[in-house]
């Protein structure tokens, strides 16, 4: 992939108008377009199905997590809209082989979540594991390709032992990036681009950085270089 294809812009803003404006202005500078829950509820469903339409490459950000007939209809219905990636919860082989039997004979990419970059050694604790966060994060990556899923969404911290457990065709995709010099913001478990490349991932999701910039073309072009660099 060329640099500018492995980056993802977040699209974290309210409305679909908000999210067509950010697309205008960054434009060719990001390869994917991540649409999260607080688009998704205020029509983010149809901005997908009509960027998809368009010949863009669109990730729903839905972090799935039900029962597997529901995780199923509804990876079904995320594959109709033409997605490219979408990310599940799979904490266990019926939720994943549901969303892999609802995603068909489509090309959407299924990702799971491991640890949210959000959440650090504490909170993980509190919610009652006994494993450190690069363990946690690693045993969940090798469930997760052994049932057959395309990757997972991951910090840059962990990248580097999960490209060595799962090998080259494991996809990674890493949000938490931060720029050098910029705000964590609320992110435990953040990276800079060039690191996060240089530690296997193929993806970086970058949201804030972008959108909060006095020129978000510019923002994204640098992170693009970035990449390159990295790449080189």
Request: hydrophobic share 45%; charged share 25%; proline share 3%.
């Amino acid at each position: 992939m060329k640099a500018g294809e492995r980056l993802i812009v977040a699209l974290d803003v309210p409305t679909p108008d908000e999210a067509r404006a950010f697309i205008s202005k960054i434009g060719e500078h990001a390869g994917v377009w991540k649409i999260g829950l607080e688009l998704l509820f205020a029509g983010g469903a149809e901005l997908a199905a009509a960027l998809s339409a368009q010949g863009q490459k669109v990730f729903v950000d839905a972090k799935l997590l039900d029962i597997p007939h529901t995780i199923e209809r509804a990876t079904a219905n995320i594959a109709d809209m033409g997605a490219a990636f979408l990310t599940v919860h799979g904490h266990d082989m019926k939720t994943m082989e549901a969303a892999m039997n609802g995603r068909g004979t489509s090309d959407l990419k299924l990702l799971a979540v491991t640890v949210l970059t959000s959440l650090d050694k504490a909170d993980l604790e509190q919610q009652g594991s006994m494993m450190t966060t690069d363990e946690l994060v690693l045993h969940r990556a090798n469930l997760r390709r052994e049932a057959g899923f395309d990757g997972v969404i991951a910090s840059g911290h962990e990248a580097a032992a999960i490209r060595e457990a799962t090998g080259d065709d494991f996809l990674i995709v890493t949000p938490g990036i931060r720029p050098a010099g910029t705000d964590a913001g609320d992110q435990a478990r953040v990276m800079t681009p060039s690191r996060a490349i240089q530690a296997g991932a193929d993806y970086l999701v970058v949201g804030r950085p972008i959108l909060q910039a006095k020129d978000p073309a510019a923002a994204a072009r640098a992170i693009v270089e970035e990449i390159g660099r990295a790449l080189g």
